[in-house]
C-alpha cells in the first residue's frame, strides 16, 4: 500500500475540485492539507504535540508576500525564501521546545508562536501590523515556457497541486527512510529509542525542522492564492485548527490531513450559514470524534479495510 501511496493521493486531488461547491474551497483544502502533513510528521508520526505551527504557516506567507510586493522578487524566488525561512524559524524554535517534554514541549511551542505572532504584530510597516499584508498579486505564472492566468481558480489549484505532490512525494520520502524508522521508534518508546542508540535529540530537532518547512510551504501557497495574509494567520487559533484537521483526518495517516482538512472547511462552509457561532457545533463533533474514532476517519478507514 505504502508504494501507491502517493500517486494514489495525487489521483485524488486531481478529482477534488470537480467534487466540490467550490474552487476556491478546493484551494483551501489543498493548502490546509499541506499544512497538516507537515504537522502530522511531527504529531503523528514523531508523537510531539505542538500548539505552535500557525508560526511558521504564517512566516511562510509573510516572507513570500513581502518578498513579492516590497523587492518585486519572482514568484517561485519568493517561494523559496518562504519556504526557508519558515525552515529557519522552525530550526530557532525548535532547538529551544525540543529540549523539554510532554505539555511543557506544548506549552514552549505556543509560547514562541505567541512571540512571533507579536513581532508581526508590532513590524507594521513591514506587515502591516492589525490590517495584514496587502499590495501583491501574482497574475500569471510561467511553467515549463507557458504563461499561465493564476487568477483562474482552475488553474491556480493545479499549479499549487504541484507544491502539495512535492511535500507528499517529501513526506513518503522520509517515512521509508531510516529516519522515519527512527522518528516512529520515538513516538513508541522514546527511552527505548535512546536504549537503542538513537541520537533522540537530533532526531526530533529535525523533525520539527522538517515539519515547519512543510507547513511554511502551505503558508506560500496561501499567499499566493490570496494576495494577502492576515495577521491571524500566525494567531494560536491556527494552530488549534491545524492540531483539529490533522486528528480529524487521522494522526499518523498518510492522506488524514487532506481528509480532516476537508471535513473542518465543509463543517465550517456550512454551519457559518446557520450561526455565527458556529465554531460551537464543529467543537462538540470534534470531541465525538475524539471519543468514538480516535484514529479519525481516514485511518478509521484504512484499519477496517485492512481488518
Known sequence: ???????????ALCILPWLLPSKALAVNVLIYGV???G?????GYTGLLSFGHAAFFGAGAYITGIAIGQFGVPWYLAVLM???????LA??????????????FSMVTLALAQLVYYVALQASSWTGGENGLRGFTVNKINLFGFDINFLDPVNKYYVLMVFAAAALWLVSRILNSPFGAAIEAIRENERRARTCGYDVERTKLLSFTLSGTICALGGTMSALHLAFVPLES???????????MTLLGG?????????GALVFLLMEDVFSLWTSHWQIIVGSIFVLFVLFLPK???????????R
Open 1 to 11: 500500500m505504502t508504494t501507491y501511496r502517493v500517486p494514489l493521493s495525487i489521483l
Open 35 to 37: 499544512v497538516c502533513v
Open 39 to 43: 504537522y502530522n510528521l511531527l504529531f
Open 82 to 88: 518562504g519556504v526557508a525561512g519558515g525552515a529557519v
Open 91 to 104: 530550526f530557532i524554535i525548535g532547538g529551544m521546545s525540543t529540549r523539554t517534554r510532554g505539555i511543557y
Open 234 to 244: 500566525l494567531h494560536y487559533l491556527t494552530s488549534g485548527m491545524i492540531v483539529m
Open 251 to 259: 494522526a499518523s495517516s498518510f492522506f488524514g490531513p487532506f481528509i
Open 296 to 306: 479519525g476517519i481516514w485511518g478509521t478507514f484504512l484499519s477496517r479495510v485492512v
